[in-house]
């Protein structure tokens, strides 16, 4: 369109510029002819074989007329009525030429005053150097245009094919890429342009989807597995109740059956807890309360069902605390659950050893840290502690089904808390969970 746009520009300047010369040449032999037709007897020998010379040298399809004129009126009848337009030399009575068109050829009109009279002489012509000119140009004009396009088309598909040929090995590649391989990468390359960004980004995406489809197969793997074993263990119970003799055998195996029972039960209602949170809108059951009063109830709570346990409560800097420095607004029963879990574990593995909950005010957060002098938790397992189903190598021999850790992490998660862990091997655990106020 550019290329267009420009050739008729070109076209139009020197048509116009051919039309302007072409009319300065009929009023040069406007003056000529009348010179030659009206002033011969004025003339010198030398000045007339001029301008018989210049009047000789005529414009194609010439043709002269010239109309008498008494009193600034022309008329009509003393020349050719072809080339009479009463406007045209009305105008060219005041002196000045005028140009216009008459039956397809370049015409000029001026007002000639003559010892024999006034005349307006009307000179008219093709200008066929001109038209051949612009025919010519015309030419020259298409050829370049259809020359130019065929270039840029040209150049257009060499760069297309150097900018798409990244795009279309990232589709490629892309397209290689199922369930089964997630672990392959595109090529980045060396460069910061925007195919090197969306490969880095693409990667990235692919990362998560890794993460995230590793996180799912071994959280179906290990559901699986501690869904297994206890059912497995009262299927065998039960078959040996069921074919034993001696009523004690079956009482000993009945128990195991209710132990196992109440173990699927617990880890049925985990999973429950944890689906609930997962899915739980943001704010939804949210309120105010006192997150160190909750604090006190499960402590009560947990020794009532066991008598031997040992925890003691720490306010920091008492004296500056106010009534509401601990309240924060949550879901009261997720909050429960996940200080409970913390708790209990810190209590189970204290190995009956003092477990000290601190809880410390700061101008943002209510700030709780609950410490154990248990055996504390590995380097390799500090990682997972969070994934659900994952049990260290310190909690082989304890009960428990790995989820309380992760549901936790999600409760803490959908309040804006935190949740760190500091632990030395042998010297135990520190829990610090972070509350935002209200």
Known sequence: MIIGFVCIFIYTRVANNTYEQFNKQLLDRAY???????EKDELSSSKYERVTRQYLRNLPYEEETFFKVE???????????????????SESLEGEPVFFEVNGKQAVSIFYQDNQGDYITVLSAIDEEGKNQLSHLINVLLLTSLFSLILILAISLFFASILLNPINTMITRVEQITASNLELRLDEGYGKDEISRLAATFNAM????????????????????????PLTIILGEADYALHSEKKENTAVSLNKIYDEAIHLNELFSSLLHLSEVQAQQPNNGFEIFRVDELIQQISIRLNKINPGNRIRLDYQEIDNLEENSF????????IDIALSNIIKNALKYSNNEMVNISLEHTPKFSVIKIQDFGPGISK???DKIFTAFYRGENSKNKKGHGIGLALTKDIVKIHKGSIALETKTDKGTVVILKFPLP
Request: proline content about 0%; overall charge negative.
């Open 32 to 38: 000529t002819a009348a010179e030659f037709l009206l």
């Open 71 to 89: 009193n600034n009126e022309v008329f009509k009848e003393s020349a050719n009525q072809f080339y009479y337009n009463e406007k045209v030399f």
């Open 206 to 229: 692919l990362i998560r989807l890794e993460t995230s489809f590793y996180s799912q197969k071994k959280f179906i793997e290990n559901a699986s597995h501690e869904l297994r074993t």
């Open 327 to 334: 309240e924060i607004l949550g879901n009261r029963l997720w």
């Open 380 to 382: 390799s397992d500090l």
